[in-house]
């Protein structure tokens, strides 16, 4: 079969973890008989850098006539100046929104031969720990209404406004309780129903799709004692779906958890088989170049696509192995073990793991 | 002197952590030659038990007239079906808005006795922790517009207000630096200004407070890096300002990285003197009678109460001392030694810390 991923390398080390995610990629399409076509667009800092905006409705064609986007990492200090609607950052919100990529999920594992880098004590996480995180993406108060307003006596106001609409909390509770069937079959959804409205309709909403999946146990927690729970005792959880403002918060305190952000992917995907895949870590300027750069998050990103839009299960877990495999020989690259002078490069960790497909 | 002070027992636990407080108090009171008196109002599930409504305005007015207050816990599953306008939480919500206390603050800090409670790796919290959060109260998404729309092919949606307004900032970033002017000087305030016009603002105000004191650090963090960074590396902290959702969940997360919420104080501040003393735990309905409640959260509260609203710094460390002896005796309640049988009840534990002032 035929893939055509647009590929966006980005920012700081993108280019360099997206070059070994390709790398890893191209092994699986001749050892399995795929093959992979990318096609490179700009977004980010280095759109802005090339045709002064940073998101290029050249690139949104592109990407939208494809079967998946792959991206390494978008923004960086470089850009701090540029003004609000064009910084690096808007490409992620805009590439989001035009691609209709509602579901974000951000699975937040500890790998066995890392579990040493877990902040958390041993014994809170022994025995692993699996979470995906399915946050909604293109709604809330990230797109909601925003302006600037009368505050009264205070002056001058500011306000975004916090929005859903029952069709899209149906839509990404679907995604969490298909995701959880796959998995512990729990799922946890995080709102703050005891004071907002949306978080009521939220609430009612994921209990209705509940109903159509009685093999699945539904807990509803508020995003306070969530953010509590997983630092606490987050083998609790299994499938956790929240809104887009408390999954960005979320997801990140899971990922930091796992003390491995550099080997988390991510996924977001549409309506149908269509994503955009990205290591969950940033663009990091101050590594980029040095060959420091752990690539497995986009390695990692990369089997996701195989999965959730090419529907290659075996292939993702060729994948998944190759990287366990690499990790159980002792390879670490720089951020895995504290920049020892044994670590690998960003080169050789993507070379290794092809070896291993 | 003369001191006023309106009480809320609560539902729970809370009327035996307030006795513990009380006993506490009126030793400091004795010592020091201060007289403290206590005015019992209702508010929250006691209240909806007692008049039918979580906040009585005769408990308002009393408050009002008082120095301050001092307040156990409110809530429980008893009243989880309670129409939500009148649910025990409302009961806060109203307190803080009608008594204007628009700043929250909340140490989480680890106590050396109690070092081994922590979640977090021993590495990384040893040196000690101690984090105010600084959360704004009274503005924000709690007490913005909400209500129900039309979400167009998405069906009826509801949505929520997140609204800040310059002097709401303005005076929230006063406080946080006047605290940090007396801590290790460094303010970290927290938003999401990549997305958020209200976060865009805060951001700005809180630099142009920062202004005025020229001796004190600023850090501007995302929210999600916030939420990370709290496990990661915890001591980087010192004062943490940030809106009332986003301090709802990251001063949760900071007391839960203490591995004691139930030793951890709150206060609630109006301009002027004025304030609320609570524990940041809840109302634990199920141990409540057995004596296994901590009172320590709050009778540090009342130390709080001691200092901030009544200017008593001698006395407020006294109750400190108190508690430090306590524990360097080596007392513990029952959460602080898993229940084990010497654990000291919660009476015994009030009898103790009073003996020791
Ligand atoms: C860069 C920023 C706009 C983005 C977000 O808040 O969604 C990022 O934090 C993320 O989680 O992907
Ligand atoms: C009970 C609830 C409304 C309240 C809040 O969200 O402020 C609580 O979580 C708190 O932090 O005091």
Known sequence: MN???????????GPEVVAETIKVLEKVGQKFGHSFHFTDVPAGGAAIDAVGECLPAETVRIAKSSDAVLLGAVGGPKWDNVPGDQ?????????????GLFANLRPAMVFDQLADASPLKPEIISGGLDIVVVRELTGGIYFGEKGHKDGGDMGPAA???EQYAKGEVRRIAKVAFDMAMKRSRKVTSVDKSNVLESSRLWRRVVAEVAEDYPGVELDNLYVDNAAMQLVRNPRQFDVIVTSNM???????EASQITGSIGMLPSASLADGNFGMYEPVHGSAPDIAGTGQANPIATILSGAMMLRYTFGLGEEAKSIEDAVNRF??????????????PEAVTTTQCGD????NI
Chains 1, 2 share one sequence.
């Open 3 to 13: 893939y055509n991923i647009a590929v966006v390398r980005g920012d700081g080390i």
């Open 87 to 99: 910084r690096p950052e808007r490409a992620l919100l805009g590439l989001r929104k035009e691609l």
């Open 246 to 252: 408390f999954g960005d918060i979320l997801s990140d």
């Open 159 to 161: 306000y975004d406004v």
């Open 352 to 355: 290794l793991i092809a070896a």
């Open 327 to 340: 990790l159980s020989d002792g390879y670490r690259t720089a951020d895995l073990c504290g920049g020892a």
